[in-house]
């Protein structure tokens, strides 16, 4: 086939104006791919698996439109559609193949026992906690934080095709109680089950307790007054405040 006549095939096949939209597209998906992909924390493999699948398509776009043509009555032949269906069959494995191979030059780090709330920090970029972080290989440093728990930093070495899961238990942070009267009066502070602790409470002295999650009983009493009680329930990290008021006998 002479050149000139290639290029009228070309054009009668539309080859050249699915090439132009092909162009447009695959500019738009390149501009949209990484800002998506650091909002949503996905690994650095993604664009160049994107980057593959798009120029894989290049030559699929190419040969649909060349095969993808209506003869005279306007249908479409079944050679045409076999031939489409097998150009989508091999792109597809290729492009699986392709991001396989970006993985297996990863590795993974993946948590497990962490509250639903914990995010991984990961060399200063934030990951979600029910979800493996891919690295590349080389020595990364990770901090785990969650509300009302102690933050967990470490350091992991990370080769190629590596997959590590760590079962973690973050340590709550201890809960605060205060206790406060505008009048001296009595309190007797206990957790269900466990020991009590009285102390006297005034003005400016108000009592304050640092202790793990729990529920807490208060009873505060004075001289001819009915006693106030309280039961509080101590949340990690959290603090909890009661005034003391009394109701006459």
Not at 99 to 123: M, N, T, Y
Request: proline fraction near 7%; include cysteine; charged fraction near 20%.
């Amino acid at each position: 086939m002479e050149a000139g006549t290639l290029v009228n095939e070309l054009k009668r096949r539309r080859v050249f104006r699915a090439l132009v939209v092909y162009g447009v597209v695959a500019f738009a998906v390149l501009q949209i791919i990484e800002p998506v992909m650091h909002g949503l924390h996905w690994p650095d493999a993604v664009l160049s698996g994107v980057v593959i699948g798009l120029a894989i398509a290049g030559p699929v776009v190419v040969a649909i439109a060349w095969i993808f043509d209506a003869n005279d009555a306007g249908s479409r032949s079944r050679l045409g559609l076999v031939l489409v269906g097998l150009s989508v069959v091999v792109a597809g494995g290729f492009l699986a193949f392709s991001l396989r191979k970006v993985r297996a030059a990863l590795g993974s780090i993946q948590f497990k026992g962490l509250p639903v709330e914990a995010v991984i920090h990961v060399d200063g970029e934030s990951h979600a906690s029910d979800k493996p972080v891919y690295l590349r290989e080389g020595t990364h440093e990770f901090e785990i934080l969650a509300p009302g728990y102690e933050s967990r930093p470490g350091v992991v070495w990370m080769t190629k095709n590596l997959a590590l899961v760590f079962d973690i238990s973050l340590k709550p942070l201890p809960g605060r109680l205060s206790v406060s009267s505008e009048e001296p009066v009595t309190c007797t502070v206990a957790p269900l089950g466990g020991p009590a602790r009285t102390e006297k409470v005034g003005p400016d002295t108000p009592l304050k307790i640092d202790r793990p999650a729990g529920t807490m009983h208060v009873k505060c009493v004075k001289p001819g007054a009915a006693a106030f009680e309280r039961t509080v329930k101590i949340e990690p990290g959290r603090s909890e405040y009661i005034e003391v008021t009394f109701a006459s006998k």
